[in-house]
């Protein structure tokens, strides 16, 4: 159980095919897009449950240019939970001109460049402007004109009789439907083929700068993990058909879950088949920069805290050297927290001290003072020890990998931290060719009120079970070796986020939940395990789950030579253990609960269900 508990204790567009006009079901959109002044709009992710108007515009219809002081009065009414956006996707208009232009007719709300046309593609809109009201599971719950102001073209009614955009965004907001869902739009009409096919045209100044900025340049910057920029043209071009193979490869941006995953995760890196499509014509098409008017202003990003300052920031006490070479080194530093009293985490943000070294980390709690020991034992900064942190932990904080963004848990949920708690924070290095060292610091954010307080509400503490199966017997050579291990809820629950573990042999994962006389549901997918790139997933909208709901999670092993990430060659017969070279099973899941005691109750009950699994040691075995 010490390794089961030291392991975790971490943490596409779905449209209907449709004719030209008529609704789109629902959009999650794979993107995330960015206005012409530079700001970033995280489309991909809508965990903050906001509901979304799309305007698409024009710089040459005069019927779009008459609606955009309509619109300013529009966005100044917006009720709280709406954002208003604007879309330009003219393919003959430049960011710099767009951005003149509408500085010119002195529009108040942002305008996306959709220069790519990637809005475009999913939202098909047939004139300008035309109007997109998604609600906040995605729904399309309206679309057409702004409002009734034009009886024809070059008809303008005197008085506005009907505000369907508005009507819709307030009965959206009283959690009612719209009495109108649909209207024919008035403006100019978008020609059938609107949108621009991918050829020739495509440059890097419009089109693949702004996928960088929004997919790569996290991690290729100057001064992050990544081996080379990707900042600049002369940078990309250098590395153009590596980008093309891998993001075809589904290789960058990491992202292992794959599509089949039937609820969506926050911060999903998954690029849509038009961004890949843009790549691959790019490199096709010989590189082309394009107008610097199309290029975005230069990505920001924040160095110092994302969330604000911390409620308390922790650091480890001694810088620790990394050889110059060698094998990845796992870590493991003892950090008091120091607190006064008993704390829900709602957030914590890893920065590590050293970049270029730093691959993932992983937050233990300790409040019997275990980790202490182990590392007075130790001369160095800390003490090694590979897979878990060689004690029982008292709980987890969760953990941190290259490209991570810091996010609060939703709805005032937090971890529990009890007070006189040890943090132990155990750092994957990997060395870099020349020695050097490390000193990371952590920031965490509580609750802001009493933990007794916090409890007496629904779903505010967030607890951890786990699925396992021990009796790894890995022949060398199975290429497909694979187990599966079922676990049944035996209280009603809501699902939070989705660990999955395994090691170098790993191949493939997937995560199915089947609720009672429900058919079952892809929790996770993963068809092609990575062990570097392991993550917490965090669900979009937690699920809620009754009692007697059955998890089953499916693994499938790769012994064989044609593994690349296989650490021995000949393969070797691999059994359970904490080792690396080892394997393991293991995927953890954060939950919560409308009442605590039920929470509780089911992370006994995962417990006592985790005790009575096989635990024979077949290692020694003939």
């Known amino acids: ?37 530079g700001k970033l709009y995280s489309l991909s992710d809508n965990d903050k449950q906001v509901n979304r108007a799309f305007v698409f515009l024009s710089t040459s219809c005069p019927i779009s240019n008459s609606y955009i002081s309509e619109l300013n009065r529009l966005t100044q009414a917006l009720p709280p939970g709406v954002e208003l956006f604007g879309v330009l996707s003219e393919p003959t208009t430049s960011r710099q001109n767009a951005s003149k232009h509408f500085a010119e007719y002195k529009a108040e709300f942002p305008i996306l460049f959709d220069g790519s046309q990637l809005l475009l593609d999913v939202l098909k809109p047939t004139h300008v402007p035309e109007a997109f009201f998604i609600n906040a599971v995605g729904e399309v719950v309206y679309r057409g004109a702004i409002d009734n102001a034009y009886e024809a073209i070059g008809r303008r009614r005197v008085n506005v009789e009907s505000h369907y955009l508005e009507d819709a965004i307030m009965a959206v907001v009283a959690n009612k439907k719209p009495v109108v869902s649909q209207t024919k739009p008035l403006g100019c009409v978008l020609p059938p083929d609107r949108v621009n096919a991918i050829g020739t045209k495509v440059t890097f100044a419009r089109d693949v700068a702004p996928i960088l900025q929004q997919r790569c340049e996290t ?46 995760f926050i911060g999903q890196r998954w690029l849509s088949e038009r961004e890949l499509n843009l790549l691959a014509e790019w490199v096709k098409s010989g590189c082309t920069f394009g107008d610097e008017a199309d290029l975005p202003p230069a990505a920001t990003f924040a160095e110092g805290w994302q969330l604000g300052e911390p409620d308390l920031v922790v650091k480890m006490p001694k810088p620790f050297t990394v050889p110059a070479s060698g094998p990845d080194l796992l870590q493991n530093f003892v950090i008091p927290t120091k607190i006064p009293g008993d704390k829900l985490v709602a957030a914590v943000e890893f920065h590590p001290g050293n970049k270029r070294v730093v691959h993932h980390a992983v937050l233990f709690l300790d409040d019997k003072g275990q980790a202490r020991k182990l590392d007075a034992a130790t001369p160095e900064p800390g003490y090694g020890n590979f897979g878990g942190p060689g004690f029982l932990p008292s709980g987890a904080l969760g953990g941190w990998s290259v490209g991570n963004t810091a996010r609060r848990l939703p709805n005032d949920m937090g971890r529990y931290l009890k007070k006189g708690s040890d943090l132990v924070v155990q750092v994957h290095y990997h060395p870099t060719g020349k020695v050097e060292e490390d000193q990371s610091e952590i920031g965490l954010y509580f609750v802001d009120k009493p933990v007794a307080d916090s409890l007496k509400e629904p779903a505010k503490l967030v607890g951890s079970i786990w699925m396992a199966y021990y009796e790894m ?9 694979r187990r599966a291990t079922t676990y049944t809820l035996p209280k009603d629950v809501i699902m939070v986020g989705i660990v999955p573990h395994m090691h170098l042999l790993g191949k493939a994962m997937r995560v199915t939940v089947t609720e009672p006389g429900q058919q079952p549901q892809v929790l996770i997918d993963i ?37 690349p990430s296989n650490p021995s060659s000949p393969p070797k017969r691999v059994t359970w253990g904490e080792e690396t070279t080892d394997e393991m099973l293991f995927c953890f899941f954060l939950l919560t609960a ?7 109750h089911t992370i006994f009950d995962n417990l006592g269900h985790d005790l009575k699994q096989n635990r024979k040691d077949v290692s020694q075995a003939p």
């Open 594 to 600: 409308d009442k605590t005691e039920d929470l509780i």
């Open 219 to 264: 991690c290729h910057r100057p001064g992050q993990v990544a081996p080379f920029s990707l900042t600049n043209y002369e940078e990309a071009k250098s590395h153009a058909e590596m980008m093309v193979e891998v993001t075809r490869q589904r290789i960058m941006p990491p992202w292992i879950p794959g599509p089949e995953t039937a609820h969506r």
């Open 527 to 563: 068809p092609t395990w990575n062990y570097n790139w392991q993550d917490e997933y965090y669900y979009e909208r937690p699920i809620r789950l009754k009692a007697g709901t059955r998890l089953v999670v499916d693994a499938v092993f790769d012994n064989s030579a044609a593994n």
């Open 473 to 481: 017997d890995i022949p060398a050579g199975e290429a497909n070796y």
């Open 1 to 37: 159980m010490r390794l089961l508990l030291s392991v975790f204790l971490i943490i596409s567009c779905i449209c209907g095919t449709r004719a030209q006009g008529q609704s789109v079901d629902a959009v999650h959109f794979l993107f995330d897009a960015q206005s012409l002044d």
